[in-house]
């Protein structure tokens, strides 16, 4: 895995995260995963250590939970 | 403002959020601070709305809380 995963949900929280992180580490080095539209992702997020909106999944597998948007609970609802 | 500031604490979610963020945005574009060595820099750190550390301020000043390491009470001791 070279690219990071950042994952979110649509909250304000997240889109506004979504933003920074794109500027900051480049477009095409970042995956934007929205589970609330992609729901067949949420098992592998919350595999990988996700536990909360946004977080970004690191290339080494690090997951780094960015302000807090909603729990994993909440994005399935 | 043109780079981010990463503040931290040297608490082990701090230490590993910092390499994860080197990584992905390169050293030459984060300045460090330890805020438990460089106790001056705590009042421009709140200033900008850090409320925990590791904390990223972005270049356009948005503040992303990252994991979560000790609270910016705990750092003022």
Redesign the interface.
Known sequence: MSK?IFYHAGCPVCV??EQ??V???GSS?VDIIHLGEDRSQIEAAEKAGVQSVPA?L???G?V?????GASMADVKG
């Open positions: 990071s506004s995260a920074d992180i500027n900051l580490i080095e970004l690191t290339p080494n690090n780094l939970h960015i302000n807090y």
